[in-house]
């Protein structure tokens, strides 16, 4: 997984990577938005043989940790149950994207078992990181997030930042050639200093790295979240079931996820049993009949301010 604001990099780091696979199979999703097409242009066919424009899939119905059960997962299933598997996935995040989310939905049932995230690589702007500005030009990282109307998160570049660097596997300072040696070390300590201990960070000149350093890391990030502290941000959510318009403000981890699993016996006599699943059950369901259906949740839900939907892979 490569992720990073945008013009950190990224798709030069990727590109770099295709044209010096060594063999290696590579499939692409590629996170965009906006202006479609661009970075998917830039890499079709770069690859050859190791990555064909068949490999590359573009997802473009905004940032990808907000889609992760509409877009990416069903990507993933298709590409995980071709005939010619890929060697590796490389998944490009925009600039935008949380890469919590993203790695929580490999533990998905149906992915779990047929992959893993070898590694987060986070690309930074190592002139723009060194002036204190996160991204090359905040103007347009900021109508990116405004061309994005499935954007439910209002994150600081400052806190995207943090959540990027704190689930890195490896941080790449891209356009080292830009500073000076003096520069270039003191942002490598800081950011080492700022990282989880054991993340590499490696610095680099237009994304330039062996195809051997980015895959094969062999992390299994999915399965080591806890040390990836994820930042909570402010979601909006709006009720148009209304006459007027409210925003509803609150605080919870991206895309949270709980599984609810109930066994039963056989019931032999409904009627008599349904005094005793009625006091068991909260309101308002408690108080329905028993003719009345009760809404069940049969795998993973995601909790809102307003409704509790369930989806299933």
Do not use: Y
């Not at 806890?226 to 009720?239: F, M, Y």
């Not at 003719?291 to 809102?304: L, M, N, Y």
């Amino acid at each position: 997984m490569v992720n990073g604001f945008l013009r950190a990099g990224k798709t030069t780091l990727i590109r770099h990577m295709l044209q010096n696979a060594e063999g290696k199979k590579i499939a692409l999703i590629i996170n965009e938005f906006g202006d479609l097409g661009v970075d998917g242009d830039i890499l079709k066919g770069c690859g050859e043989e190791t990555c064909t424009e068949d490999d590359i899939v573009e997802l473009s119905n905004g940032c990808i940790c907000c889609t992760v059960a509409d877009d990416f997962i069903p990507t993933m299933e298709q590409l995980l149950s071709r005939e010619d598997k890929p060697d590796h996935i490389v998944i490009e995040t925009s600039g935008l994207a949380l890469p919590q989310p993203l790695v929580r939905a490999f533990n998905w049932p149906g992915i779990s078992t047929k992959v893993t995230v070898d590694g987060v690589v986070t690309v930074v702007d190592g002139r723009a990181v060194h002036d204190g500005q996160f991204a090359h030009n905040v103007a347009a990282v900021d109508a990116q997030r405004a061309q994005d109307e499935n954007l439910d998160h209002e994150t600081p570049l400052s806190e995207l930042f943090e959540a990027q660097i704190a689930c890195a596997d490896m941080i790449v300072v891209n356009k080292t050639d830009l500073l000076n040696e003096e520069e270039a070390g003191a942002l490598t300590t800081r950011l080492k200093t700022e990282s989880r201990d054991g993340v590499q960070v490696i610095k680099a000149s237009m994304g330039a790295l062996p195809v051997d350093v980015l895959l094969g890391q062999g992390v299994g990030a999915e399965s080591d979240l806890a040390s990836r502290h994820e930042i909570h941000h402010h979601h909006h959510h709006d009720d148009d079931e209304d006459d007027h318009h409210h925003d509803h403000e609150h605080d919870h981890g991206h895309d949270e996820f709980e599984s609810v699993v109930v066994d039963i016996t056989d019931i032999a006599d409904p009627a008599s049993s349904s005094p005793v699943v009625k006091s068991r059950m909260p309101t308002p369901f408690a108080n329905r009949s028993p003719t009345q259906s009760v809404p069940t949740i049969s795998c993973g839900s995601r909790a809102s301010s307003q409704s509790q939907t369930s989806r299933c892979a």
